[in-house]
């Protein structure tokens, strides 16, 4: 095989260099992303089973290795962003400007203090010197931590990203099989292992078997090694050439014939590493909001802790505020156990199938990542729901009832794309004006709606008993001169008139028709068939109806 060529990605990187690749091309693995791809044999220029195979093999290959680099580049992205030394800064400066120009300088902290005690005093004289004393003292203690916390903001909103950090860094390596982080997480250092697990379960490994037709070892080991440092080679002979050299005959064989197997696996692996993509692109998203939300909370914190001087209700934005850092926390750290969950149950998976095919692996794995997409929602309904519990138990108003308030970002809003659901849980859960307004537009939409349906189907009912042909009998009763009842029947046709000579014919024969049948059921009546007529008509005494109701006959 001769000397074997330069690892790329043993040379060290020049950090001022730019990436011309649109998609992310770095050594996430021992070689880098773009190195690897699918080669195969294409034939004759007839052959165009073969050329088709191979095509979309190598497209849905390439295809999951793009989503796996643009995830791997996400998860770095999220995690090394650095929204402290980003925006802490920021963040301080406005906390204190409205600390020092808005709080101050307007008595604000003095408004607080005499609305705490007035209402204290107000407790107290109806009776609730108890309620009275103890909010006086949650006062107390608020304005204490209060003063603590706005003494040095930057200091401890470093201490809430450090904890996130130290948290995360510790599931993180868990999922890589690493030891913990002893000090702050260094995010290269997490970073690192966590890339190469997720490039080696979505990419090498899947290369090997669809390349080669299984793991490589040995002297097949190395010539893949060769052959990865100076790809990609595409549809050329020289990978094959090369395994020959190296005694692998048998895989490169299965490296020369595409078949309907490998494009199989190779669509499955691009499902795999797209679903994978995605649940960490929304992992990143969520990391991202959940430390900018922190960031933010820290800016408003002077008014947040100046609310928890006030007694009763008044201290409920201390509390939302509160329970809003908490959940910022909690998601952080909840997006860092989905990461490592999901590769710990990715790695025994393909740890465990190894005896399987490509396709039952790779099915397996679609699995795990679709469960790990419903763990996150579940994590972070759950880290919702731990911390609006606690706000709804410190925000309960003490005013004698015992309704608690609604926490901010409530429960119901865990949704959307980042689960913080911002636009909607950024307030009490009430309707407002304009919410109202809309849902009656909506009802009477819909109530319109169906109106109008039921007045079009009267309509169509309408239409089609006055386009079909009947025939009605109509029987009179009347007296003759002797005082005798006489019985006396027509029949008439009701419907469309006839536009057509053979429709007025047919008419006609209906008219005669009818007409005869109620001739024959009067002689049948009057007894008719050869018998004598009765000589006497019994005659009764109820009233005679003038219209007996009509017998319909549809035509048929």
């Not at 001769?2 to 040379?11: E, K, Y």
């Not at 791809?37 to 497209?59: M, P, Q």
């Not at 429960?411 to 304009?434: H, K, M, N, Q």
Request: charged share 20%; glycine share 10%; hydrophobic share 45%.
């Amino acid at each position: 095989m001769g000397d074997a060529p330069s690892n790329p990605c043993a040379i060290p990187a020049d950090p001022d260099a730019d990436d011309p690749s649109i998609v992310p091309n770095e050594c996430w693995g021992r070689f880098p992303s773009g190195n690897y791809d699918i080669g195969f044999d294409e034939g004759a220029w007839n052959h165009l089973s073969r050329k088709v195979y191979g095509t979309f093999t190598d497209l849905s290959f390439q295809g999951a290795r793009s989503s796996t680099a643009l995830a791997l580049w996400l998860v770095e992205w999220a995690y090394a962003f650095g929204v402290q030394d980003r925006l802490g800064g920021p963040a301080v400066d406005i906390a204190r400007r409205y600390q020092s120009d808005v709080i101050g300088p307007l008595g604000l902290g003095h408004l607080a203090w005499t609305y705490a005690v007035a209402w204290a005093a107000v407790a107290a004289l109806r009776g609730r010197l108890t309620m009275a004393a103890g909010e006086l003292a949650i006062s107390i203690l608020a304005a204490g931590l209060a003063g603590i916390l706005l003494a040095n903001p930057a200091g401890y909103m470093q201490g809430t990203t450090d904890t996130m950090s130290r948290l995360s860094g510790a599931l993180l390596a868990t999922g890589t099989g690493q030891p913990p982080p002893e000090g702050a997480t260094d995010a290269e250092a997490v970073m690192e292992p966590l890339q190469a697990e997720i490039h080696s379960a979505f990419v090498e490994e899947p290369y090997d078997y669809l390349n080669w037709g299984g793991p490589l070892s040995g002297a097949c080991a190395a010539a893949r090694d060769e052959i990865l440092a100076t790809g990609p080679h595409g549809a050329d002979d020289e990978p094959r050439d090369v395994m020959r050299d190296a005694g692998c005959e048998a895989q490169a064989e299965f490296n020369e014939r595409p078949d309907s197997n490998r494009l199989f696996g190779a669509v499955l692996t691009f499902g795999a590493a797209t679903l994978m993509a995605v649940l960490v692109g929304l992992v990143a998203l969520t990391v991202v909001v959940a430390q900018v939300i922190a960031v933010t909370l820290w800016a408003v914190a002077p008014f947040a802790l100046l609310a928890g001087v006030l007694p009763g209700a008044g201290r409920e934005l201390a509390w939302r505020w509160l329970t809003a850092l908490a959940r910022a926390v909690l998601a952080v750290v909840g997006m860092s156990f989905v990461l490592s969950i999901l590769l710990l149950t990715v790695n025994a998976l393909l740890e465990g199938s190894e005896d399987v095919g490509l396709v039952e692996r790779f099915a397996l794995v679609n699995m795990a990542v679709v469960a790990m997409y419903v763990t996150r929602k579940r994590i972070l309904a759950a880290g919702h729901n731990l911390a609006g519990s606690v706000g709804q138990r410190l925000a309960t108003r003490r005013d004698g009832s015992n309704r608690p308030s609604t926490p901010w970002l409530a429960t119901p809003a865990v949704a959307g794309a980042t689960g913080f659901a911002i636009g909607a849980g950024l307030g009490p859960d009430r309707t407002s004006r304009s919410s109202r307004l809309a849902s009656a537009a909506g009802r009477n939409y819909l109530a319109n709606r169906r109106v109008n349906r039921s007045q079009r189907a009267a309509e169509e009912r309408a239409q089609r008993r006055a386009s079909t042909t009947t025939t009605r009998q109509r029987t009179e009763i009347s007296t003759d001169g002797d005082g005798k009842p006489v019985l006396r029947s027509a029949v008439t046709v009701d419907g469309p008139a006839a536009t057509s000579r053979r429709a007025r014919a047919a008419r006609t024969r209906l008219e005669t028709r009818s007409a005869r049948n109620v001739e024959a059921q009067a002689r049948r009546r009057d007894g008719g068939w050869g018998r004598p007529a009765p000589e006497a008509v019994e005659t009764v005494d109820e009233p005679v109806v003038d219209d007996e109701p009509a017998v319909e006959t549809e035509e048929a």
